[in-house]
């Protein structure tokens, strides 16, 4: 079987390329190894918030027209929103059909072999889109087959809720959204929590008068191509900070969280049994996160005063507690500690790609999705143009410029007479 494109993943990028594709009558197949925008119930805890306001969600052809704007869809009302999305147009996706190998076909164009409900079979495309995302292996360090088995272990990828640990004081690794916002989540439901930090940043989530990324927007943040980003194309591996939109959204401060009783650390370093250790950088990564939190209302500052914008006055944080010491052991048994949570991220996964477009850390090289390798594209990748590019109000921009990758690599080359 051959198609002119096939593309890879059924999620909000894949589904947003291939409505352009469908407006353009251009024949395509969605490929999804299991269900359409699966990654929202799959993937997501309990009381998942989206941390963007609702008016961000806006995909080509269909906007978030909901009654709060400014509020945060939880995890069924985004997977009903996509689901919306999807039955707007009648995407032509495979459901449950993996791709398992893809290679180029000698002459151009892409030879795919699928797992799916009627076994393996190979696809043949002139163009392939891989809308898979970045997110694909969750990442447990090295040491963590060194912990002693009594201590249940998770991924944040698989945690739901505090009822499906053991009884018992938590730990929590990494400070991102995930590991965040999991820790709020646990601390909320009366559970010992124990947090050890990374170096994300955080943000306030209202600041005079407005969300804080409603002001973002208005400043061109989301639309800055990463070129330009300060510290370019390094800014791709900078970490998101962190924030919610529980309750209708507020601050993450894990300051308060700790003179309210979770016991912080720094970056955790090692484990053998019960006992781990941590690096004393617990300190400086509070300092670095209220530093970016304050040079962000700082930038909105000075964007209400360039403009001339009528707002409430606004006030910068200021420490609400501060460690004495830094902790560089702990005994799980001695604190009670019976579960893990991993907050530490993904890694990608393209092993079944066998077209090099990857460079020496396993990463696409591409710019706006489009690839060296004719016909060969990405889509929904964190920073793949803009900061806007992982999340849903900078999605379609992205898609858009694919699709016209696309369309115009089937157009005949003009003859010159």
């Known amino acids: 079987m051959t198609v002119p494109v096939a593309i890879v993943g059924a999620g909000q990028a894949g589904l947003s390329v291939s409505w352009f594709l469908t407006q353009e009558g251009v024949e395509h197949v969605l490929l999804e190894a299991s269900t359409t925008a699966h990654e929202w119930t799959d993937r997501r805890w309990d009381n998942f918030t989206l941390v963007t306001p609702n008016w961000h969600c806006r995909l080509p052809g269909y906007v978030y027209e909901g009654d709060d704007p400014d509020g945060f869809m939880n995890r069924e009302q985004v997977a009903a929103w996509l689901a919306g999305y ?42 392939v889109v891989l809308a898979t995302g970045g997110y694909h292996l969750p990442i447990v360090p090295p ?72 002001w973002l927007a208005d400043m061109g943040l989301y639309d800055t191509p ?4 300060p510290g370019g194309r390094a800014a791709r591996e ?70 001339g914008i ?14 004495d010491h830094e902790p560089r052991m702990l ?3 001695e604190a009670g500690i019976t579960s893990i949570v991993w907050g530490i991220g993904y890694r990608p996964d393209y092993r079944w790609v066998k077209v090099g477009v990857f460079d020496g850390a396993a990463a696409p090289t591409q710019t706006r999705g489009v690839t060296s390798v004719p016909g060969l594209y990405f889509l929904g990748l964190p920073w793949m143009h803009t900061w806007g590019s992982g999340r849903f109000n900078g999605i379609a921009r992205d898609a858009e410029h694919v699709f016209r990758s696309i369309v115009g690599a089937r157009q005949p080359a003009a003859v010159e007479l």
């Open 143 to 214: 040491f963590a087959a060194a912990i002693d088995p009594s201590i249940t272990q998770v991924h944040s990828a698989d945690y739901r809720n505090a009822a499906q640990l053991p009884d018992g004081d938590v730990l929590v690794v990494g400070s991102g959204q995930s590991g965040a916002q999991i820790a709020e989540d646990l601390h909320l439901e009366g559970r010992k929590v124990h947090l050890a930090l990374g170096d994300a940043p955080r943000v306030a989530r209202f600041y005079r008068g407005r969300d804080c990324m409603t």
């Open 226 to 229: 990463v070129q330009q980003y």
């Open 310 to 323: 009528d707002a409430p006055a606004g006030e910068h944080y200021e420490a609400v507690w501060s460690p």
């Open 238 to 307: 900078k970490t998101n900070h962190y924030v919610t939109g529980r309750d209708g959204g507020r601050d993450i401060d894990l300051r308060q969280f700790a003179a309210e009783g979770m016991r912080l650390y720094g970056l955790m370093s090692g484990a053998e049994g019960t006992r781990l250790s941590f690096e004393p950088t617990m300190t400086a990564a509070l300092d670095s996160a209220d530093a970016v939190y304050n040079s962000i209302c700082r930038d909105i500052d000075a964007f209400i005063e360039r403009e």
């Open 86 to 127: 999807a039955a707007s147009f009648d995407p032509p996706v495979r459901e449950h059909t993996a791709v398992t190998l893809m290679t180029q076909r000698e002459g151009g164009g892409f030879v795919l072999t699928l797992a799916g409900p009627d076994g393996e079979e190979v696809l043949e495309a002139e163009q």
């Open 331 to 333: 005994d799980l048994a």
